[in-house]
């Protein structure tokens, strides 16, 4: 597995932007499919964002499309996800996850094809 530590959430007003950070330690970062998920209070958790490990082919969760965008810097180890536009439903603990299987195509948001999961960062947007 990988270890994963997100930062840079935090609370911001409707209309605000945050770039949430996740810095990955352990096997090849280069070689994994990478995802943002998140999870609302007393919801069940759901897919944000993933891009796979060529960073050529993302997909989005249709409430996030053209507000959010995920990117990954390799060299750095890190993922990515840029919010813009936020509203108070995107307030939720968001987490970076990692694919358990190197060089996949990405075609799934499927929770279970991801083995390795930070701690999450806490996003709160007030209206």
């Known amino acids: 597995q990988v270890q994963l530590a997100e930062s840079g959430g935090g609370l911001v007003q409707a209309g605000g932007s945050l770039r949430l950070s996740c810095r990955a330690s352990g096997r090849r970062f280069s070689d994994y499919n990478a995802a943002w998920f998140r999870q609302a209070p007393a919801a069940e958790r759901e897919f944000v964002a993933a891009?796979?490990?060529?960073?050529?082919?993302?997909l989005y969760a249709d409430s996030v499309q053209g507000r959010f965008a995920i990117s990954r810097e390799d060299a750095e180890n890190t993922l990515y996800l840029q919010m813009n536009g936020l509203k108070p439903d995107d307030t939720a603990v968001y987490y970076c996850?990692?694919?358990?299987?190197?060089?996949?195509?990405?075609?799934?948001?499927?929770?279970?094809?991801?083995?390795?999961w930070g701690q999450g960062t806490q996003v709160t947007v007030s209206s």
């Open positions: 996850a990692t694919e358990r299987n190197p060089r996949m195509p990405l075609t799934s948001r499927l929770q279970s094809r991801y083995d390795s």
């Open positions: 891009i796979n490990y060529l960073g050529g082919r993302i």
